[in-house]
């Protein structure tokens, strides 16, 4: 079956994620190969959150909202006007964000006579979301790491329906230097201290490092002054600089910062951990918990990065301690070199085979 048309639905994003990156890239990728593509979003909106909708300006788009307060009833209001709408612009292909998306893509699904392949593609472990059950209401399945494809696995669904595609990544035509002396250690994410980012736990590791070091620290969150008392508690606070949210970070610290020697992620679990593949693909070398999911995909270990297990904080102090002792770290093309898959060019490529196992071309 030939694509027209493709829908990307799932419940309303804030519009300052990774999520929201990452549907933009799929986008631009997918039309810049076949100009002719109609993709469009369309959002299941719950409450009066606002959100920033700028990563939409050169996107198609709308809401389905319900003022139902009973959360059964009120999916089933949404796969009603989901019907309409998929009746009306016919598509063949239906990418779900989310697991009740994937239900309520099936169920109205059920009442057209146009029958589109749905397509799972889930940003997180499906430990950690509600009714992930739903997510075999999907007819196939795009995985961004080969954990959640393991995941998706042993809930029964068949290995031919599931393509590990990971993130996209853009190439970089330079590589960020590291400083003449001295280790500049950087973090970029929300700023969390406990939870999904464990903040509080790269100060503590930190703490215990010694020698000439300093930690350069991108993003905003409601933890920032708490992070901030807490790192004098923990005496590290002279050797911190916050930096705040930056729009484009990657280009701030090319320049702004011009130079870092190692990216820090000291996440209890991710999704991809985006940030460790963007390090890599500017020549930076990181270091990781393996949290699920998404690290151990992308860091090799001594290649491009370091892993420590989530429950040894011993050993991401052991890591820290030898980069600011002066630990030799690799050439920065071969850092760029570890991540090849995941670059725009081979990403495309990998989502075009997963529409291909569904039957679905681009080409009569």
């Not at 198609?60 to 009306?88: D, M």
């Not at 494809?149 to 970089?172: C, K, V, W």
């Not at 690290?295 to 991401?316: H, K, M, S």
Request: include cysteine.
């Amino acid at each position: 079956m030939k694509i027209n048309k493709i829908i990307i639905a799932g419940y309303e994003l804030s519009g300052l994620g990774g999520m929201e990156t990452v549907c933009s890239t799929l986008v631009r990728l997918l039309r810049a190969r076949h100009p002719g593509i109609d993709i469009s979003f369309v959002f299941f909106k719950e409450g009066n959150a606002t959100v920033c909708d700028d990563w939409l300006a050169h996107s198609n788009y709308s809401r389905i909202t319900s003022g139902i307060r009973n959360t059964k009833i009120r999916r089933l209001s949404f796969a009603n006007s989901f019907r309409k709408l998929i009746s009306r612009e016919k598509p063949e292909l239906i990418i779900a964000l989310d697991t009740l998306s994937c239900f309520i893509s099936n169920v109205a699904r059920q009442y057209t006579l146009q029958k589109p392949v749905i397509f799972s593609w889930l940003h997180f472990s499906t430990h950690n979301l509600y009714k992930a059950k739903y997510v075999k209401r999907a007819d196939y399945h795009l995985a961004i790491c080969s954990e959640i494809a393991e995941q998706l696995t042993a809930m029964g669904i068949e290995d031919g329906r599931i393509s590990t595609i990971y993130n996209p990544i853009a190439r970089s035509p330079v590589c960020i230097p590291r400083p003449p002396e001295g280790t500049r250690f950087i973090y970029v994410g929300r700023i969390i201290a406990d939870g999904q980012k464990n903040m509080r736990g790269l100060f503590d590791a930190l703490a215990q490092t010694k020698g000439a070091w300093t930690l350069d620290i991108i993003g905003a969150g409601a933890d920032t002054e708490m992070l901030q008392e807490y790192a004098k508690a923990v005496g590290i606070e002279d050797r911190l600089c916050w930096h705040g949210w930056q729009k484009n970070p990657w280009s701030y610290i090319r320049e702004t910062l011009q130079t870092t020697t190692c990216l820090l992620s000291s996440s209890h679990f991710e999704g991809f951990c985006m940030v460790l593949a963007e390090a890599s693909a500017h020549g930076v070398y990181a270091i990781s918990s393996n949290c699920k999911t998404g690290p151990a995909d992308i860091i090799q270990e001594g290649v491009n990065g370091n892993l420590y297990p989530t429950d040894r904080p011993d050993v991401f102090v052991k890591h820290l301690q030898e980069i600011v002792n002066g630990k030799t770290l690799p050439d920065s093309n071969i850092i760029k070199q570890a991540i090849e898959p995941f670059y725009e060019d081979n990403y495309t490529l990998e989502v075009l085979r997963a529409f291909a196992r569904a039957g679905l071309t681009f080409t009569e």
